[in-house]
């Protein structure tokens, strides 16, 4: 059987319910059996206002986890003393799972906008296939030309031919309006959160006095 694992990068600070039902409808979409969510250790550029640390981003998206037998957080970024690129923790995760496993990479409809500057983007399509979950208001036309090549040509919507990498599959999961910057500014205000967060992480938040 072909291990099929997907990837959910990002900066978690802090981790949300768009993000959830993002992993869950991944795992589901696509019929992964895990889902390894990777908190980013020391993001390039930051706005300004209080930030959570590397650590405690991992210990709330563990918190936010639990009881989700598919989804594990994975530390590999945040153990690393410099900032990690994606295309070098992929090409950790293809070492370790081999050619034939099937991988998958997740991001928000927005990143695609700036995919063309990651670093060594084009190589991301060798080592993984991409899923995307849609934003509101995500446009493709608008897409730089280069991304939007790849979204017109590479995009697979009828799975009876799986690869372990080379395509993008939009998911089906409708558009949900939340960002953790959003998030940030209602616990700066002393806004009601609940329902935007998992209980576990917003208790550890509030026990940790972050985001005031
Ligand atoms: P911030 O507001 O701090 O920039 P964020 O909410 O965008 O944070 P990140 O941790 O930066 O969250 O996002 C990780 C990934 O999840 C990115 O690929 C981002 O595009 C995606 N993402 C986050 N929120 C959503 C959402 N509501 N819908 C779709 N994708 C999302």
């Given at each position: ?30 019929a992964l059996d895990q889902v390894k969510l990777i908190p980013a250790g020391q993001p390039y550029h930051r706005d300004?206002?209080p930030h959570a640390s590397p650590r405690q981003r991992l210990e709330m998206v563990k918190l936010a986890i639990e ?146």
């Amino acid at each position: 059987m072909t291990m099929r694992v997907g990837v959910f990068g990002g900066t978690f600070d802090p981790i949300h319910l768009a993000h959830l039902r993002m992993a869950r409808a991944f795992a589901d979409e696509l019929a992964l059996d895990q889902v390894k969510l990777i908190p980013a250790g020391q993001p390039y550029h930051r706005d300004s206002g209080p930030h959570a640390s590397p650590r405690q981003r991992l210990e709330m998206v563990k918190l936010a986890i639990e009881g989700d037998a598919r989804l594990q957080s994975d530390d590999r970024e945040v153990r690393r003393a410099k900032p990690a690129y994606t295309v070098d923790t992929l090409r950790e995760l293809r070492a370790e799972l081999g050619d034939a496993a099937e991988l998958w990479f997740l991001i928000g409809g927005d990143s695609l906008f700036n995919l063309s500057s990651w670093q060594e983007w084009r190589e991301l399509f060798r080592l993984a296939n991409l899923a995307v979950a849609m934003r509101p208001g995500f446009d493709a036309a608008a897409l730089p030309p280069e991304v939007r090549q790849e979204w017109d040509t590479r995009q697979v919507h009828d799975f009876s031919n799986r690869t372990a990498s080379g395509t993008i599959r939009p998911l089906a999961l409708p558009p949900f309006d939340l960002s953790a910057t959003r998030l940030r500014e209602m616990l700066a205000a002393n806004e009601a959160v609940e329902g935007l967060i998992a209980p576990a992480a917003l208790a550890y938040i509030r026990q940790h006095g972050l985001y005031r």
